[in-house]
Nanobody, 120 residues
Framework: QVQLMESGGGSVQTGGSLRLSCAASGSFSSIDVMAWYRQAPGKERDLVALMSSSGATTYADSAKGRFTISRDNAKNSVFLQMNYLRPEDTAVYYC??????????????WGQGTQVTVSS
C-alpha cells in the first residue's frame, strides 16, 4: 500500500509564501514523476508543476517565476515553494506520484490534498 502524505497548506495574504511537502511511504522500487496539482471550487484539477526522477521540471504558466518544485529522492518527497501568492492561487493542492514496483509496473497515487487560501 502506497500513501502520500501532504503538509504545509494554510492561509496567507497576497504576496505571502507557503511551502508544501509530500512524502510517499510504502513498499515500492522507485518513483518516476512527482507532481503538484490544484483544484479550486467548481473547477477542474490542473497541473501546477512536476519533476521527473532525473530532475526535469514542467510548470503551469501561472506558476512560472513564482513556484519552485523540488524533490528529495532519498526521502521519496516532493516540495512546492510558493512565493508571491495571489488570491487566484486559492485551491486544494494535491500531490501525485507515479510509483514503480519491482515487477516494473507503475501506478499513479494521489495525496489527500491540502488547502491553500490566499486573501487579498
Amino acid at each position: 500500500q502506497v500513501q502520500l502524505m501532504e503538509s504545509g497548506g494554510g492561509s496567507v495574504q497576497t504576496g505571502g509564501s507557503l511551502r508544501l511537502s509530500c512524502a510517499a511511504s510504502g513498499s515500492f522500487s522507485s518513483i518516476d514523476v512527482m507532481a503538484w496539482y490544484r483544484q479550486a471550487p467548481g473547477k477542474e484539477r490542473d497541473l501546477v508543476a512536476l519533476m521527473s526522477s532525473s530532475g526535469a521540471t514542467t510548470y503551469a504558466d501561472s506558476a512560472k517565476g513564482r513556484f519552485t518544485i523540488s524533490r528529495d529522492n532519498a526521502k521519496n518527497s516532493v516540495f512546492l515553494q510558493m512565493n508571491y501568492l495571489r488570491p487566484e492561487d486559492t485551491a486544494v493542492y494535491y500531490c501525485k506520484s507515479k510509483v514503480r514496483f519491482e515487477d516494473w509496473r507503475a501506478y499513479d497515487y494521489w495525496g489527500q490534498g491540502t488547502q491553500v487560501t490566499v486573501s487579498s
